[in-house]
């Protein structure tokens, strides 16, 4: 059974530093690994995400990667602003084809303070 | 972009009474739907897959006749807390995908807050 764990649960930050959130799995046998924002009681947003053949992906501030065989993936976030708080989810897909390449795996996230 | 809308946002319902959430694709059809909910302090678990015209596929220990699926059309599933009891509060959210996208994008709704009193 898949699990995916993320480090650290919190984080407070002074505005603009450099920041990098850790996510793990345990099975290596994933299509994709996604990293989505949830702001308090709203939906998800999706920011980056990394097919199993790639190892990064960068959107302006951010900067995600992938290392399938270790079961590892970070997402490093430059110069944060306060706008940046909110919780960080990692998820996995479950299979390479089908409806399972939709069904995720989430981390229980990590929720990030920007100080001003 | 593509946009997932559900309702209602926040409910709060009697135990033992039956509470409806609906998730609708606003600019896309969207064959295959998928529900999740999260507890306090823990992660989003999928709870089942919803397929247009056909039954929801359930997760291991999710009881179907308790949480009734029902994806009658490209745009609408529907997801019903039957005889909810107080254990059942919780944020449920649904996603959806565009069929036939090359980008494997998954869109999510905003969620919906059930609490049972």
């Known amino acids: 059974k898949q699990e995916v764990t993320q480090i650290p649960a919190a984080l407070s930050v002074p505005e603009g530093e450099n920041l990098v959130l850790n996510c793990s799995f345990t099975?290596?046998?994933?299509?994709?690994l996604q990293w989505f924002r949830q702001d308090p009681g709203k939906g998800l947003t999706s920011l980056l995400l990394?097919?199993?053949?790639?190892r990064e992906q960068t959107s302006g501030r951010l900067n995600a990667s992938l290392d399938k065989s270790s079961g590892r993936s970070t997402l490093y976030i430059a110069a944060s602003q306060p706008g940046d708080s909110a919780t960080y989810l990692c998820?996995?897909?479950?299979?390479?084809?089908?409806?399972?390449?939709?069904?995720?795996?989430f981390g229980k996230g990590t929720k990030l303070s920007v100080i001003p | 972009g593509a946009v997932v809308s559900q309702h209602p946002s926040r409910v709060i319902c009697k135990s033992g009474t039956s509470v409806k959430i609906e998730c609708r694709s606003l600019?896309?059809?969207?064959?295959?739907m998928f529900w999740y909910r999260q507890f306090p302090k823990q992660s989003l678990m999928l709870m089942a897959t919803?397929?247009?015209?056909?039954?929801?596929?359930?997760e291991q220990g999710v009881e179907k006749d308790k949480f009734l699926i029902n994806h009658a059309s490209l745009t609408l599933s529907t997801l019903t807390v039957t005889s909810a009891h107080p254990e059942d509060s919780s944020f449920y959210i649904c996603?959806?995908?565009?069929?036939?996208?090359?980008?494997?994008?998954?869109?999510f709704g905003e969620g919906s807050w059930l609490t049972v009193v």
């Open positions: 990394i097919q199993s053949s790639q």
């Open positions: 919803s397929n247009e015209g056909s039954k929801a596929t359930y």
């Open positions: 996603s959806a995908i565009i069929p036939g996208s090359s980008e494997n994008t998954i869109y």
């Open positions: 600019d896309f059809q969207a064959t295959t």
């Open positions: 099975d290596s046998a994933i299509y994709n």
């Open positions: 998820a996995v897909s479950r299979a390479y084809s089908g409806a399972g390449s939709y069904q995720l795996t």
